[in-house]
């Protein structure tokens, strides 16, 4: 036995082995012959002492018999010399189960005496092994009258009995010879039968290979996330034992505790039975396996256990010294491990807690203060309580809040405001920011009492949008507002193409209400456009149409003569003057004044709709020119102000007259314009209150804004057709084969359904094969709207592919700004390429001229195609005969009978016959049509229905004072 298994056999039991695990074969041996050597123990108990290494005790044959059973059991020891221990031997139950010796019983006393006296086991017999023992030992009075033995019994017994006794310890030895030998462990290595009742944990040592605990080095993270999970079962003498984990987990010692309260409480384990006894004694022993050593099983005794470190608890003690050490991504990944390991582990929830401070004081300290919210609101949201939170939060709010005053967007200082009083409605930084924002709203109040119209609207819109809640406010920004009443506009993406002169997209916004043409386009009725004039009250044909009368419009503050108009007529019928239009010249012949309200104008040609004719001219008067002898003050509408000095606005325009007096709600006297990248962006500053209205939005958004009550979402009179128009200049696209390819190619309906998000939409989208309206009275509605062919459209690209000598050309597709619409050129690019007609995509951001291009994608609201139809296909303004020399023969011929056409009916035939012309040869490939919508507030009053321009009867609006009240 080596001198470690010595030390452990003399104390009490550290760990035992299971019972028959682990048996070598002199184990076996023993046990096969276990009869002899409980005869022999029977007799061997009374000479030795129990529990104390044989050979110590001076007994060399005693100790060979112990030692061959030393792997197999342990004998009880008791720790103190008044202590007595009351049982039987170990291996009496063990050897009973293998038939041994019956129901015999053997109860030993065992009194122990101090380690250097004389420690004896006495023995009592039960009564049927004590009277076979009498009757073999004829006893003799002494004498004192007791009987005594006789001497020649003496002289057979004894001799016969230390015979046996050597014939035992023989075979006893070789038993023990014949186990295979095994070195020394640094846990114990044999089991052990508990005694009744279990020797006091305190008293025990342990073996001082062990390490203590404060010697342990925590295992890093990698270790932690790679390694084999162990537990640190820590003694109570601070030696640890490093095991697999333990079950139950976590709480073990507690889970025993209560076992053994439950097993005094249950009927079946609490008596002094043996059974019940075992079963407690079982309840008190953790079963382990040392890291490292899986074929050893062992168990210890629960109340030799101080403490268990689990493995989870080791990660998250990790996790704190990584937290410490800033180490962010190691400390979290450390932290998922144990949570996908353990979701619900003791201490879990405040690591992570504890993580997401660290990390939010971490982008606080990287100037990333939004992300900092975002972790420390995460953190409110588990514990409103934590520990520093408030002034970490406070201390971010107060930075943003100081960054979005010195940019001017008090909104965003308001919106981090109401976050932190939403979490700490008494926080101090709180307070402050108040008394700050407060205090700047009455400063602006106090200024615009003494400031000049305009300026007083500025400083209370200021006002408004610092410090909404600031008392007595509204009363004195109405009182600015009727003085100097604005609308402000939002565009997106607008494009510096003039696609048609009734302007929706880009930027002809501006120029319309600068500029008010002779006439414009007033509503949509039967698929009839109505005119109206600003400028004249009403125009009646003479002399069978040849000339005609108009009569001047009288407008309390602005007076013109026919005179001041004359003039403007003749500066664009002077070949020498800049503002020339060629159209015009060709069909006035003499201007009259007959009045000074009154203006005759003699044709050359009767127009079937001069309005129409007119409203296609440049507006009047665009140099601006006054004179104080015809009582001409203005012919300009609106004027550019002056630039913007904040930076918020693109351009900024104010009535040429501005008439101050009157109360109540009056027209607007200045119109702002806000132009934004995207469509989110012009949405959400829409619902902020940054702008009066929106001058188109989305059709995907139309929907969800006609839901809302506080805002009025109207259409535009006027639809709007999306098409494809192949350059004429451009040799690439001169075949019909492969215009016609690329028109079969296009699945217009899915594209439409992708670009727009308006699937089964008919009331704001819809396919078309022509250019006017689908509801005009020039649409001919008996055309049948084609379906993509993909075989149709292969083949004529291949029979174009012969006609260009083998090789197709590689077409540009430009496109103008906005989303949607780049949506469905990319889609359109996209098809093309399938079918071997390589495409690519320009847009205008990037590539402003479209000339350059073999295909435009373009749009166009066309009210009148009598006489814009030349417009559209020349691409001029004031269009001449040379514009149309790169048209075909047909074509030109069409345009020029239909530009001398003398009825409506043959004008009618005529546009339906070149609407199918059109699309027969492919010169534009008609897509869809779109109904455009507009946003405003509904403090603008005083709009038409259908509105065919955006500003449209804009001297009848009546705008109402309002501002955001958050």
Not at 181 to 194: C, D, L, R
Not at 622 to 647: E, H, I, N, Q, W
Request: charged share 25%.
């Amino acid at each position: 036995m080596s001198a470690k298994s010595e030390t452990l056999f003399d104390n009490a039991p550290l760990a035992m082995k299971q019972p028959g695990q682990n048996k070598s074969p002199g184990d076996r041996r023993v046990e096969a012959g276990h009869e002899r050597v409980i005869s022999a123990c029977e007799v061997m108990a009374s000479l030795i002492s129990v529990g104390e290494p044989v050979a110590t005790r001076g007994f060399p044959a005693a100790g060979a018999f112990f030692g061959g059973w030393s792997r197999k059991v342990w004998l009880p020891v008791a720790a103190r010399p008044d202590h007595e221990v009351v049982g039987p031997p170990p291996f009496f139950g063990e050897f009973q189960e293998a038939g041994g010796l019956g129901d015999c019983r053997a109860v030993w006393r065992l009194a122990c005496l101090p380690r250097n006296g004389a420690s004896m086991a006495r023995p009592v017999f039960p009564s049927r092994l004590t009277a076979n023992f009498n009757t073999a030992t004829d006893r003799v009075e002494s004498r004192s009258g007791r009987r005594r033995v006789p001497n020649w019994m003496m002289r057979i017994v004894w001799p016969m009995l230390l015979v046996l006794i050597g014939l035992v310890v023989c075979d006893v030895g070789y038993a023990q010879d014949s186990k295979p030998k095994t070195g020394a462990k640094t846990a114990p290595e044999a089991a052990v039968t508990e005694p009744d009742t279990p020797p006091p944990a305190e008293e025990s040592t342990e073996s001082d290979e062990l390490p203590l605990l404060e010697a342990m080095q925590l295992p890093e993270h990698v270790a932690l996330l790679k390694g084999p999970p162990v537990d640190w079962l820590v003694l109570r003498s601070k030696r640890v034992l490093v095991v697999e984990p333990v079950s139950p987990r976590p709480g073990l010692l507690e889970a025993i505790d209560r076992q053994l309260e439950q097993a005094i409480k249950n009927p079946e384990t609490a008596g002094n039975s043996p059974e019940a006894q075992a079963k407690r004694r079982a309840l008190q022993y953790v079963p382990l396996v040392l890291a490292g050593e899986d074929d050893e099983d062992l168990r210890i005794q629960y109340k030799l256990i101080g403490e268990v470190i689990y493995w989870e608890d080791l990660m998250l003690r990790r996790v704190d010294r990584l937290l410490d050490e800033k180490q962010l991504p190691e400390a979290l990944a450390l932290w998922v491990a144990t949570h996908d390991r353990e979701p619900d582990w003791p201490g879990l929830e405040e690591r992570y807690q504890r993580l997401l401070f660290v990390e939010g004081e971490g982008k606080r300290d990287q100037n990333r203060p939004e992300e900092a919210l975002a972790l420390f609101d995460e953190l409110y949201g588990r514990n409103a309580a934590y520990p520093d939170l408030d002034s970490r939060y406070g201390q971010v709010i107060r930075g943003e809040v100081d960054r979005a005053v010195a940019a001017g967007d008090f909104r965003r200082a308001r919106f981090f405001l109401g976050r932190l009083q939403a979490r700490y409605p008494s926080h101090p930084v709180a307070a402050q920011i108040v008394m700050q924002l407060s205090s700047r709203a009455a400063g602006l109040i106090r200024d615009a009492q003494s400031a000049s119209p305009d300026a007083a609207l500025d400083a209370m819109e200021l006002a408004a949008r610092v410090w909404p809640a600031t008392p007595n406010l509204i009363g004195p920004y109405q009182r600015a507002h009727l003085q100097w009443t604005r609308v402000s506009v939002g565009r997106i993406a607008p494009s510096a193409q003039r696609s048609s002169p009734w302007p929706i997209l880009d930027q002809g916004l501006d120029a319309s209400l600068e500029w008010e043409p002779w006439f414009a386009p007033g509503s949509w009725t039967e698929g009839t456009t109505r005119f109206e004039s600003r400028w004249f009250r009403e125009w009646e044909p003479t002399e069978l149409g040849r000339s005609l009368l108009f009569t001047l419009r009288d407008e309390r503050g602005r007076q013109f003569t026919a005179g001041g108009i004359a003039r403007q007529l003749a500066t664009m019928l002077d070949p020498k003057s800049p503002d020339y239009s060629v159209r015009l010249a060709g069909t006035i012949d003499r201007l009259e004044v007959t009045s000074p309200n009154t203006l005759k104008l003699d044709l050359l040609s009767v127009p079937l709709r001069p309005e129409a004719l007119l409203a296609t001219l440049p507006a009047p008067n665009r140099r601006d020119a006054t004179s104080s002898g015809d009582g001409v003050r203005s012919l300009r509408r609106f004027g550019p102000a002056p630039t913007d000095v904040s930076g918020v606005w693109s351009a900024r325009y104010r009535r040429s007259f501005v008439n101050l007096t009157g109360s109540g709600s009056r027209p607007p006297v200045e119109v702002l314009f806000r132009d934004y990248p995207t469509a989110d962006r012009a949405i959400q500053s829409f619902l902020r209150g940054e702008v009066t209205m929106l001058s188109r939005i989305p059709q995907s958004t139309v929907r969800e804004f006609q839901k809302r009550t506080d805002v009025l979402t109207l259409a535009y009179g006027l639809p709007e057709t999306h098409l494809l128009q192949f350059s004429a200049t451009s040799s690439a696209v001169a075949n019909r084969a492969l215009r016609r390819a690329l028109m079969y190619a296009l699945p217009r309906d899915r594209i439409l359904a992708e670009a727009f998000g308006v699937a089964g939409e008919p009331g704001l989208a819809r396919l078309t094969t022509g250019v006017v309206p689908t509801t005009s009275y020039a649409f001919d509605k008996s055309l049948v709207l084609p379906t993509t062919d993909l075989v149709v459209a292969l083949s004529l690209a291949i029979a174009a592919k012969k006609e260009l000598g083998g090789q197709l050309p590689e077409l540009t597709l430009w496109h103008p700004l906005g989303a949607e619409i780049a949506a469905s050129a990319a889609a359109i690019a996209a098809t093309w390429n399938r079918i071997g007609i390589k495409a690519t995509v320009r847009s205008e951001a990037e590539h402003p001229d479209p000339g350059s291009s073999d295909v435009v994608y373009r749009t166009v609201a066309m009210a009148e195609p009598l006489v814009e139809l030349w417009l559209f296909l020349s691409g001029t303004a004031d269009p001449t005969l040379s514009s149309l020399d790169r048209f075909p023969v047909w074509l030109r011929r069409s345009l020029l009978e239909l530009d001398t056409v003398g009825d409506m009916a043959t004008a009618t035939r005529l546009l339906h016959r070149l609407q199918r012309q059109l699309w027969a040869e492919a010169v534009v490939v008609p897509l869809w049509e779109i109904q455009p919508h507009f946003v405003t507030r509904k403090q603008v009053r005083g709009l038409p229905a259908a509105p065919m321009t955006l500003f449209q009867g804009i001297d009848r609006w009546q705008v109402d004072a309002w501002y955001p009240p958050e």
